[in-house]
């Protein structure tokens, strides 16, 4: 159960990884979409801080709504996924076993793994809720405010010349 604990976690960090950089890209895609809007509101007197304000604001607004519903769906599903795969564990187990001069023993054995299989449950705690709403913020602000940085450096005359 701990190497399966442990390799759950290995996924869980892999996984935000993964999101961060993926978070990151389409800012920064969805920021230099928007460099003609930067160049407008920084030609009408915004600064830079307003417009990562904005972008921060944005990212925030839809990370939170993706948030809640992943989370929803996380925990409407966790319960069935789980009892699935118990169950599949549980039928796999039961066609593997082995008929012979051990067949007890390994019957024995195999209805010890089922008993331990079937005690599995899924649960989230606050604290592990927690985290992961921070690392979902936290991601979404550094993969908005970065690309909405370099970008507003730029001046306005510069971005609507070359529109």
Request: glycine residues 10%; without cysteine; positive net charge.
């Amino acid at each position: 159960m701990e190497s399966i604990a442990s390799l759950a976690l290995a996924g869980v960090i892999g996984a935000t990884i993964a999101g961060a950089v993926i978070v990151l890209l389409s800012m920064i895609m969805i920021v230099r979409e928007r460099r003609r809007e930067i160049g407008v509101i920084k030609a009408i007197g915004g600064t830079n801080r307003k417009v990562m304000a904005q972008f921060v604001t944005e990212a925030l607004t839809l990370t939170i709504i993706g948030s809640v519903v992943g989370l929803t769906l996380g925990v409407l599903v966790s319960g069935p996924m789980t009892n699935s795969l118990v169950s599949n564990s549980q039928s796999s187990s039961q066609t593997a076993r082995a008929e012979g001069p051990g067949a007890g023993l390994i019957r024995g054995g195999f209805s010890q793994i089922n008993r331990n299989i079937t005690s599995v449950t899924s649960s989230i705690t606050p604290e592990i809720f927690a985290v992961a709403i921070g690392m979902t913020l936290l991601i979404a602000i550094v993969g908005s405010a970065v690309p909405a940085w370099f970008i507003a450096r730029i001046s306005p005359a510069e971005v609507l010349r070359t529109e």
